[in-house]
């Protein structure tokens, strides 16, 4: 594909309160071997200096700056981008991860070049992730139809957000689910499948996702749980219709279990004991105190106790020198 003939890709890269941490997104995106691209820069309430920063380094005309008055979530500010977005195809990327320079290239080609033509609406690739205790990589589960992915491999076949999209398909859509105020990925892989959409996958690591501690999900986690609750309310019914109560069942316990419990988690951690232990009882309550649930939320309460008093951190650093070793 040459150059002149290369489709235009839009990027919406969207930013809440981490000035610091978009700068090293906002440069992975500028060290794209792609070309040409549209950068749309989305800040959905916050003044964290992202505009003053790009302006002194002589970026700013070189992007679509676009900043909400309130605080609208995430796939609001993903759909604020996607209205600005002209190109055939288009990625998102938080403000907290990166790109390795070949990605939207890689995404571009696999995607135009796509056995199964039509059905094909996106593309993904692997991922490593990153904390104090060093990178794992993880490979994406899918390829071909995404309600049969869903099937197969359950929550797990839900990639992060490492996609490269058809806009036509995106607009059909009518964008991103703005109710959940969490589980945007969930959300938009759902619509996916409820259509019955095929994806395709790389099955190497093009991106970098950082965890780095930072658990926006304590400050609202109130939206969070009443996203959830929303999200189970209308998928779990499609479920049955699609799968019957068996695989229904297997799939609001892994959702329980990745919702409720992850988020009581992070409270405890945080020291919010009462809301930590409020969510715990949601878990037990939404899965009709399923025993998988129960163990679930049993070792999250051991985790908290191991990160508390810093065992945790020991034995996830023995943990990876083994894995080494073998």
């Avoid at 892989?189 to 259509?195: D, G, V």
Wanted: hydrophobic letters at 40%; aromatic letters at 10%; proline letters at 2%.
């Amino acid at each position: 594909m040459n150059r002149e003939s290369r489709p235009l890709v839009s990027v919406v890269l969207t930013t809440y309160e981490r000035g610091v941490l978009f700068r090293r997104a906002f440069e992975s995106v500028l060290r794209q071997t792609y070309k040409p691209l549209q950068i749309i820069v989305v800040e959905d309430g916050s003044e964290s200096g992202v505009r003053e920063w790009m302006e002194e380094a002589g970026h700013l005309e070189a992007v679509q700056y676009v900043r909400h008055d309130t605080n609208r979530g995430l796939a609001a500010a993903r759909n604020t981008g996607l209205e600005r977005a002209e190109g055939q195809f288009v990625a998102f990327l938080d403000d907290d991860d990166e790109w390795f320079p070949g990605k939207i290239a890689a995404q571009v080609d696999a995607l135009v070049h796509s056995a199964d033509g039509e059905k094909v609406v996106g593309v993904y690739c692997g991922l490593a992730y990153e904390d104090s205790f060093g990178t794992t990589d993880r490979k994406p589960i899918p390829n071909g139809s995404c309600r049969a992915a869903l099937k197969r491999y359950g929550l797990s076949a839900i990639p992060d957000n490492s996609g490269l999209f058809s806009i036509d398909l995106l607009r059909d859509l009518g964008g991103l689910d703005e109710t959940l105020r969490s589980h945007t990925e969930y959300g938009f892989w759902m619509r996916l499948a409820e259509r019955d959409y095929h994806v395709t996958s790389l099955d190497y690591v093009l991106m970098r996702v950082h965890q780095h501690g930072d658990h926006q999900m304590t400050k609202d986690y109130a939206p969070r749980i009443a996203a959830s609750e929303r999200f189970l309310s209308y998928w779990e019914p499609r479920w049955v219709e699609w799968y019957g109560r068996h695989v229904s069942s297997r799939l609001k316990r892994a959702f329980v279990i990745t919702a409720f419990a992850g988020t009581a988690e992070n409270l405890l951690v945080s020291g919010r004991l009462g809301d930590g232990l409020r969510c715990c009882r949601l878990a037990l309550a939404e899965s009709r105190f399923d025993l998988k649930v129960f163990g679930a939320i049993l070792a999250v309460l051991v985790r908290v106790v191991l990160r508390k008093t810093g065992l945790y951190a020991r034995l996830r650093q023995v943990w990876r020198g083994v894995r080494g070793a073998t």
